[in-house]
């Protein structure tokens, strides 16, 4: 069996205030949509900016972080994984979206002073572990 690795590392802006759902079981989500930008040069010589847009999702502690910390125009680093998913709308249609599933989050491009820093990381293996622990005293979250 072939093993490959889904990694990505994202340096934007929210595009929006995070969305914050409390799903059943007491299980936070946040998404919202990232901007990356990068200056290209085209045949002519003169440089453009072009941007894509992300849609992230962030669970529990991550979207912890996200409710709290997290405003349209906020720079952040983000490491996670895409993923595409489908569902079908209201007409019949399949629908498709791409997602960036975030493991780690870091806070940038603001003083100290303003905001805090927050950095939060929750990997796979620690995701998929502690998946229904959601209630650890602040001391003992993983960030």
């Given amino acids: 069996m072939a093993s ?10 929210l595009g929006r205030d995070p969305d914050i759902q409390n799903l059943e079981n007491g ?15 085209n045949k002519d010589g003169s440089k453009t900016a072009q941007t894509e847009w992300h849609n992230v999702v962030l669970w529990r502690g991550l979207a912890e972080i996200a409710e709290k910390y ?7 680093y983000l490491e996670g994984k895409i993923r595409t998913r489908s569902w079908e709308d209201k ?13 780690n989050l870091v806070l940038v491009g603001s003083p100290k002073s303003e905001h805090p820093v927050v950095e939060g990381s929750v990997m796979n293996d620690d995701y998929n572990n502690h998946a229904g622990n959601t209630n650890l005293p ?5 960030f």
């Fill in 70 to 76: 997290l405003l349209k125009g906020k720079q952040v």
């Fill in 138 to 142: 602040e001391d003992d979250l993983p």
């Fill in 4 to 13: 490959g690795v889904n990694k990505v590392i994202l340096v934007g802006n």
């Fill in 91 to 103: 007409d019949g249609n399949k629908r498709y979206i791409t997602e960036i599933i975030g493991e």
């Fill in 27 to 41: 299980v936070k989500k946040a998404t919202f949509s990232l901007a990356t930008s990068e200056v290209i040069k």
